[in-house]
């Protein structure tokens, strides 16, 4: 199994509170990308990395802020979380453009 | 923006039957890959595909670029062959990441 895992993998808070959702590889991969996965929506992404300090913002990035510092994290932060955005967030890594993806095992948040 | 359709949402069958998901595509691409979630869990990487037809046990993958379609086929399905399997592509250059089906809900009964 590739080296990627989030944390924290369950989380409840309170509407309003920041939140910082880590990834972490051992891969050494150039690409980290946070995507959030909701029923009838499938998976869309919020954020992607394509090198240290280098972010871009995906389809759905309203409310979420990046950061990568190092080439094995990537976080995931929550400016002041809502109800809407209660999700399952997962963290994938790929090599280059064209080469396999590796997900994490996924974060639960609810948002209360 | 790529649209990805999967077909069909759900799908319930008995086990020992072949499997056929369908995928298609609006704007050609690069690669596509084909996931697997099961309940609650992770998703795991099946398939990378460019072109032509891929194997790994009973699970085969193929993609038509002309068509902007792919297939997975199960043989002799299972029922720990119960799980969502996605379909994702690259369009583009690639770089802003994978772009999603909704999945397809697939159990197998004993």
């Known amino acids: 199994d590739a080296g990627i895992t989030q944390s924290p993998r369950h989380k409840v808070t309170e509407t309003g509170t920041p939140v910082t959702l880590r990834c972490h590889q051992t891969e050494n991969h150039r690409y980290m990308y946070w995507y959030r996965q909701d029923p009838g929506h499938g998976l869309r992404l919020i954020h992607y990395s394509y090198g240290v300090k280098d972010t871009d913002k995906g389809e759905v990035s309203d409310g979420y802020s990046v950061s990568r510092s190092k080439t094995e994290d990537f976080l995931l932060t929550l400016e002041s979380a809502t109800s809407s955005q209660t999700s399952v967030y997962f963290c994938?890594?790929?090599?280059?453009?064209?080469?396999?993806?590796?997900f994490g095992q996924g974060t639960r948040l609810t948002v209360v | 923006k790529n649209e990805v359709e999967q077909s069909p949402q759900n799908l319930t069958a008995q086990e020992g039957e072949f499997i056929t998901i369908n995928c298609s595509y609006s704007?050609?691409?690069?690669?596509l890959h084909w996931l697997q979630q099961h309940p609650g869990g992770g998703i795991v990487s099946l398939f990378m595909?460019?072109?032509g037809k891929k194997k790994h046990g009973r699970l085969i993958a193929t993609i038509n670029i002309q068509e902007k379609h792919s297939s997975l086929h199960i043989t002799a399905s299972h029922p720990r062959d119960s799980a969502v399997y996605i379909c994702a592509v690259v369009s583009g250059g690639g770089a802003d990441g994978l772009t999603f089906g909704k999945g397809t809900h697939l159990i197998i009964q004993p």
């Open positions: 595909l460019s072109s």
């Open positions: 994938a890594i790929t090599g280059t453009v064209n080469t396999e993806a590796f």
């Open positions: 704007v050609g691409i690069s690669a």
